[in-house]
């Protein structure tokens, strides 16, 4: 039995897909089962990850989880109530962010994953670490902008990414979870390095629209973001994006060679969401 926690999140609600499409037992955690609109496939169980003893009953006879985890979340409780559990494997969906052999992580986003990453290699529970820096659901950030006319705004036009589609992040997790890839860290990648004024580029060919890109000047954008999100985790991730500025990102065959085919391409993942830039 693999259970999914953060299964009605993205990449968490791929995940319980990729695993039933492969034949594989499934319970998806959620703190309000009557909403997960979950594939029936899929055994929904309450939980909260705050409180280890409402984890008894999702844990049990579970051999492996897939662990996505919100921002900030303490994994502390879920991992002592795994550990009484006999839970045996841990996927933990982190970040790209992480700097290896670093003590203390070079920001907020990246010393946040490195911890969860700590606190499961001190559980003594076998553990793999999935890393992602930029998935292409970062995307979803300018349908609201397409409802306005044709001009995409944002900071950081020629930040690089190979973004990373949500279904071949589903797929590498089907691949994993039974098994075999214990103490293994793989950083996922798409197929090629794209900036964000090729994405938006992308983005318009693929819906038929003629879009363009629009320079925007980071720190007013900085300062609108910080007003309803965490300043040191926004000024965190357009660091990260700033470093991109001018560097082809990295690309590597881990998606294939876990996977067995060959990433999505951007152009695919807009395809696949089309009904979110109607």
Do not use: C
Not at 194 to 207: D, K, N, R, S
Not at 214 to 230: G, I, Y
């Amino acid at each position: 039995m693999f259970l999914v926690i953060g299964a009605t999140a993205h990449f968490g609600r791929q995940a319980v897909d990729a695993l039933l499409a492969a034949g594989q037992p499934v319970r998806a955690l959620t703190r309000r089962p009557e909403s997960a609109d979950l594939p029936a496939g899929a055994r929904v169980v309450p939980g909260d990850l705050t409180d280890a003893d409402s984890l008894g009953s999702a844990l049990a006879g579970v051999e492996a989880i897939f662990l996505v985890l919100p921002y900030g979340m303490d994994a502390a409780p879920l991992l002592s109530a795994a550990r009484r559990a006999g839970v045996r494997r841990i996927v933990f969906l982190s970040s790209g962010a992480v700097v290896d052999g670093a003590q203390a992580q070079p920001d907020v986003i990246a010393q946040y994953h490195r911890d969860v990453e700590r606190a499961i290699e001190a559980s003594g529970i076998e553990w793999t670490f999935l890393r992602l820096l930029f998935p292409a659901i970062n995307s979803l950030s300018f349908a609201m902008q397409l409802a306005g006319g044709e001009v995409i705004r944002a900071a950081y036009g020629q930040a690089a990414a190979s973004v990373v589609h949500e279904n071949d992040v589903a797929d590498v997790v089907a691949a994993v979870l039974p098994g075999g890839h214990g103490g293994r860290v793989y950083d996922l990648t798409g197929p090629q390095s794209l900036t964000q004024t090729e994405q938006v580029e992308i983005l318009g060919a693929t819906l038929g629209r003629p879009l363009t890109f629009e320079e925007l000047d980071d720190a007013p954008v900085r300062a609108q973001l910080a007003q309803f999100m965490d300043p040191a985790f926004t000024n965190a991730l357009f660091d990260l994006m700033a470093a991109t500025v001018g560097k082809p990102a990295q690309v590597n065959s881990l998606v294939e060679d876990l996977t067995g085919h060959a990433p999505r391409t951007y152009a695919q993942w807009v395809a696949d969401h089309l009904a979110d830039f109607s």
